[in-house]
């Protein structure tokens, strides 16, 4: 039984709770801290059993209890957290990502090898535990589509952020397209060498005034010398639109929506189903307890994270690599971005 | 909070705890009673904080702080522990079919009538609870197929059970059939009222001998005049094949089986997508655990479960039917079958 | 090249005249007769250079370089014509069905037997020749499902005929049914021994009151044991549905309806696809020209039709046994039916 | 009735004189003319009733009696004929591209400005009479998906031509690409502002010692502020792959490849579906006749072919755009091709 505490009661750290509470007998949440929780949310733990309810993540990295963390507080504050937390000695969960900020993660790397104990850290990938993407993955490390030599990503949300999340979010690259990118090298098991960033707003000004893209596409090289395309919506007004394929010698696997099931009603109309999942609540909540139980997993049996610190540099560097292609309004070499 | 006893501790009633553990808060198992209980559930029981595990449902029946019952023992007990329960007061949950006796389902309506106190008695026919049967159903009441005309259910398993099951388990109509019968009412919202049924030996020889079929179908007229068409195997070797249609004069409902993935792979052999999902422990896991849900609401909120006595009562009018049309090689009507 | 005369020029002799015209070279149309011949059809035939049009289908079968007739009119002179046309020498394709009477099948079949040529007898079952259904067979034949153990199909027109149609028609089941008890027999490659049909009257009055059913369903077992299902309707308002599966202890193979293009558009509304092609023409089209294809390939290398008389006998006898059925509410066995 | 002379009897001209002589019935083909006519050929136009079988194009161009000619030469010949049909006052059916070169294309042109008939020139872009683009985009302009903001074409051959062939084409983006990048105009009804292409050898090195890629991308932006991608692949072993999809503020609409049955197969080898038609003779077969169909239109209704010398220009600027974009590695805009 590992004790866990949840930092960042928010609506991924509730996931998160939920996933555990419902899905992972073998961890128990001793605590969770959020500086504005709210009442409802301190009655709903109460009522589950978590004991310790703080607003002050600290009294969680000081009861010596508690083995692993996840960091669920905002962006800003993933970093100097997962740095007290791995100091605290304790496994640390970390949601994507790190940082936007390379040196910042590589901080956090350093605390991590500095440490006298095996810990693990992960990193919130989610899509990587998804059934879909890795029913795809499955079938290219079986060599069932050959030497890859095309892969591609279609990522659309069903409705746009407020221009004010878009302020904070690092943008669309950072905020969005950092899980395609991840998918891409996922997919494929290359990395991305150099892309081409275009962005545009198309459906909400008021995110062009907050500096952001709405719409955006990417056009990459990999390692191996394959190609690829990424296409980034923020509303698909039809839902949650996740779609990917790998295409290459011997064949392709594509992967398509999920739906609520798999009814067709046929009218005059024309021939109607469902509609994608509406979004990453409802698409990916497998994934979400899926990673969990990786992590638990991962601090039970001591072996490593499938989604480490190095995972989590590389995506930054791909969503800052695009920043600057769609800035200079040319292609760019992921090594001309910094380690 | 429910307190809840389990009895039967086999495939089914694992699933039922499993469920109520993980997804149902509301509701907390506090005993699990099975004359063949093994040590592997045993030890299990405990470890999930079941505190009461007997070999003897009776003491569950005794224990005045359990409010509900969930009957998961084998078929030839449903009727008699239903009755004892109902007399201790108990709220009953019990597996399908509740007897393959009229008689012996009369005696636990007149146990229900009898009881003084408000008691819900509810059958599992989970399928009613499946994300896929109620969108078809949700369409066919909110009238977007009209005036039912047909409806059609295929319903096949991917392993056919061995013969020594087979001779206890009543038959293809009364084990597997039922299910696909209750289907044909709740997705047209018409009783069945004559049946046709034919039965054939054509996967295992051992089944014939044990007096029993292995494929069947049932062509069948609805109270409203609508046709309507079953057909089962005990064996489709590519997996569980669950899918259903209802005709109507504005459109057809149809729904299609679940896989593990919408993985699509193309290769020079084929355009390759996944199975159906294996088998009904895969297939209508969420529905399992839909209707015990729905089982403690009707308990907290007093409502009638939505599938009483008279559902499963019916569905074992049908099969009884389906076997006397087998036997007598004609078309039986339902009102022949005493009620 | 053949030199061909058609008989009758109503809607599918214009489709026969149009696919020889536009894609069997091999062959030449020399005459068309109709008694009822419009204007319009006398001047489009003077168009496509059809040297002959008269009124008297003996026209044709006097006229010494025509080698080959289509008989294309209405069903009554079916078998009539098509003596007279074997006793002048020609091969003959003839319309389904030959006739709704087995005596006056015996008597084309004696004619046939008498003659000293060697003349090919083809029936117009269309549906042997469609892509779909031959993917089906070809399925089966290979193997690929293994022994057949369950047939189906479902068949529906897209608008329901005129009662006064149906008093002429010989009932849904010579009308229409047909076809699909023959496509049983095609897929699974087994005649159907015994069956039980279904009828009712859900869609036009007027057609209950010219004594007709406008929804049907047969429930058959054919020779090598195993069952079958077909159901029709007269409307499905959303076009032709023409589907058909054959499982067996390998395997199930399918087929889904033809469309327009595989055109799907996602809105909030739901994921749209184009419904089904709209009636037979638009359906069929392609295996009308294949059956006459076929039927000019088997003169030119002196081989036997596909589909001679015997299996217009068969059918006929079928339709026979299902009205039959209906009439008596018990299954009927095809030995009932006298050869 | 219109006069036709086929210049050029390779593939494409008999595909188009087949198209002529089994469905538009108001031409007819008075001569075909190919230097290097093989016996065969002239035997089946002689055979087809094709009076004029000559070596040399120019006696088609002398003959008065014809009207029209379908330029089917070697891509080189294009623009030379197609000045020369003007002057003997044809009207013009040329297959794609009209030349490599702008500068003959603005020739050819001025040939036709230059002419005092009033002459209709067609260019063969036959996917604009595909049955499926057709339905794509007349949801488009129907307003289905709303305003567009992203456009995808995905298209890929079943095998890569020769070398030798790829020396002389032009490319992939002249030889192949040429046809998506028409597509995205045509699908979107907007032009294509700027784009970067890359490119990559991948699947057969002789292609790139030729000088050439088998593998490209291009991400493109459109006159609306549309982002666009495409991407092509020389050889997609499991057949000709072509898939498009328009992304707008109302919705999505998106098409799939064409398949010669429905048929699906469930083994336990997992659920088969056919593979996509094998190349453009088989997929696109129905398109050539309809875009043939729609040139004797034009001539014969007076009205402007759907696609005129300036798509042909359009595509021509595209691919140059591309070719530089790859070999600058920098996106690249319309504007800088010299119109």
């Known amino acids: 039984m590992i004790n866990v505490g949840i930092i960042g009661a928010g609506r991924i750290g509730q996931v998160h709770a939920k996933s555990i509470l419902t899905g992972v007998p073998e961890a128990r949440i001793l605590a969770i801290a959020d500086p504005y929780l709210s009442e409802t949310a301190a009655a709903w733990a109460k009522q589950v059993g978590i004991e310790g309810i703080y607003r002050n993540y600290k009294q969680i990295l000081q009861d010596p209890r508690i083995e692993a963390v996840l960091i669920c507080s905002?962006?800003?504050?993933?970093?100097?957290?997962?740095?007290?937390?791995?100091?605290?000695?304790?496994?640390?969960f970390c949601e994507k990502p790190i940082d936007q900020s390379l040196e910042r993660i590589a901080a956090v790397e350093a605390a991590l090898r500095a440490s006298q104990r095996n810990l693990k850290y992960q990193v919130g990938f989610n899509r990587r535990f998804d059934h879909n993407y890795r029913a795809l993955r499955a079938a290219v490390l079986a060599g069932k589509v050959g030497e890859v030599q095309f892969v591609r990503v279609s990522s659309r949300d069903p409705e746009a952020p407020p221009a004010g999340y878009v302020a904070g979010s690092g943008g669309i690259?950072?905020?969005?397209?950092?899980?395609?990118?991840?998918?891409?090298?996922?997919?494929?098991?290359?990395?991305?060498?150099?892309?081409?960033?275009?962005?545009?707003?198309?459906?909400?000004?008021?995110?062009?005034?907050?500096?952001?893209?709405?719409?955006?596409?990417?056009?990459?090289?990999?390692?191996?010398?394959?190609?690829?395309?990424?296409?980034?919506?923020?509303?698909?007004?039809?839902?949650?639109?996740?779609?990917?394929?790998?295409f290459g010698s011997l064949g392709c696997a594509q992967s398509y929506n999920d739906t609520a099931s798999t009814a067709v009603i046929?009218?005059?109309e024309g021939v109607v189903s469902e509609k994608p999942l509406w979004f990453f609540l409802q698409r990916?909540?497998?994934?979400?307890?899926?990673?969990?139980?990786?992590?638990?997993?991962?601090?039970?049996?001591?072996?490593?994270?499938e989604v480490g610190i190095e995972s989590g540099r590389i995506s930054i560097r791909l969503a800052l690599a695009c920043k600057k292609s769609m800035a200079e309004q040319r292609p760019v070499r992921l090594s001309e971005i910094a380690d």
């Open 266 to 268: 046929s009218t005059v």
């Open 74 to 92: 905002s962006t800003d504050t993933h970093a100097q957290i997962s740095i007290e937390a791995i100091e605290a000695g304790k496994h640390v």
């Open 173 to 246: 690259f950072m905020d969005m397209m950092i899980h395609d990118l991840d998918m891409l090298c996922y997919l494929s098991g290359h990395e991305i060498e150099e892309l081409y960033a275009q962005g545009a707003v198309l459906i909400d000004p008021a995110i062009g005034e907050a500096g952001d893209v709405d719409s955006a596409t990417v056009s990459a090289r990999l390692s191996n010398g394959a190609l690829a395309l990424i296409d980034n919506s923020r509303k698909a007004v039809y839902g949650y639109d996740q779609r990917a394929e790998v």
């Open 284 to 305: 990916y909540m497998v994934s979400y307890q899926a990673e969990i139980r990786a992590f638990f997993d991962c601090i039970a049996n001591d072996t490593e994270p």
